[in-house]
C-alpha cells in the first residue's frame, strides 16, 4: 500500500510564508518525478511544480520567482517552499508522484489527499 501525506497547509497572510512537506511511504521500488498541484474552489486543478529525481524542475508561470520545489530522495519526500503569498494562491495543495509500487508492472501516478493552504488578512 502506497501513501503519500501532505503537511504543513494552513493559514497565512498576504506576503507570508509556507512550507509544504509530502512523504511517499508504502512499498516500492522508485519514486520518479513528483510534483505538487492545487486545486481553488470552483476551478480545475493545475500544476504548480514538478522535480525530477535529478533535481529538474518545472513551475506554473504563476509561481515562478515565489515558489521553490525540491526533494530529498532518501528520504522519499518533496517540499513545497512558498514565499510572498497572495490570496489567488488559495488552494488545496496535492502532492503527486510518479511511483513503481512493488508487485507493479510499470510506474503509475499517486496522489495526496491534500493540504489546505488559505491566504487571507
Known amino acids: 500500500q502506497v501513501q503519500l501525506v501532505e503537511s504543513g497547509g494552513g493559514l497565512v497572510q498576504p506576503g507570508g510564508s509556507l512550507r509544504l512537506s509530502c512523504a511517499a511511504s508504502?512499498?516500492?521500488?522508485?519514486?520518479?518525478?513528483m510534483g505538487w498541484y492545487r486545486q481553488a474552489p470552483g476551478k480545475e486543478r493545475e500544476l504548480v511544480a514538478t522535480?525530477?529525481?535529478?533535481?529538474?524542475?518545472n513551475y506554473a508561470d504563476s509561481v515562478k520567482g515565489r515558489f521553490t520545489i525540491s526533494r530529498d530522495n532518501a528520504r522519499n519526500t518533496v517540499y513545497l517552499q512558498m514565499n510572498s503569498l497572495k490570496p489567488e494562491d488559495t488552494a488545496v495543495y496535492h502532492c503527486n508522484a510518479d511511483l513503481w509500487a512493488l508487485g507493479a508492472g510499470h510506474s503509475m501516478d499517486y496522489w495526496g489527499k491534500g493540504t489546505l493552504v488559505t491566504v487571507s488578512s
Open positions: 522535480i525530477t529525481r535529478g533535481g529538474n524542475t
Open positions: 508504502g512499498s516500492f521500488w522508485s519514486v520518479n518525478a
